[in-house]
């Protein structure tokens, strides 16, 4: 029997309030909110993927599919939230680089009217490095996968 997971600390961060965690910003925002927020453990992204989105006038004309590496980036924001819950607002909206993306898995194409559920899940945290496992759904059908590293670079903040 798997263990437990710990009680959700924040049952849902709206984009207003992720805004203020991480300097991203249209058109590169890639999470409209997060749910079940388990602080130093989980925390789940929720992006509503719509034809309006500037990428679909390229990948691909007559056939949208949203880029997986998209996908990823936005595995990549959640996570970020994740570790700002964590940190607290004392933390401000350091800049995360990515370090690794390891074993990402492209299972079926994400188009619009799809709304992605990526649930990210601390593996680890050394210093300012945390590395995580991320699962992206749609309609409870995983379509990605990816392990990703990233550091917190809290000394470098965005202008």
């Known amino acids: 029997m798997p263990p437990a997971l710990p009680p959700i600390d924040v049952a849902l961060i709206e984009t207003k309030e992720i805004l203020t965690m991480i300097p991203h910003r249209y058109p590169f925002l890639l999470v409209d909110r997060l749910v079940d927020v388990r602080r130093d453990h989980s925390a789940t992204g929720i ?12 990948h691909f004309p007559g056939h949208p ?17 994740l570790v700002i819950s964590t940190l607290g607002p004392e933390a401000g ?25 990526l649930t990210l899940t601390k593996e680890r945290r050394r210093g300012q490095v945390w590395r995580f496992e991320g699962v992206a759904r749609v309609d409870g059908v995983v379509v990605a996968e990816a392990g990703i590293t990233a550091m917190i670079m809290d000394q470098v903040k965005p202008v």
């Open 93 to 117: 909206i350091p800049v995360v680089y990515f370090m690794s993306i390891e074993n990402a898995k492209f299972r079926k194409p994400v188009t619009p009217g799809d709304t992605l559920r």
């Open 65 to 81: 599919v949203m880029p997986g590496v998209l996908i990823i980036e936005a595995m990549a924001q959640t996570a970020a939230g």
């Open 47 to 58: 992006k509503n993927v719509t034809m309006n989105e500037p990428f679909f006038q390229g």
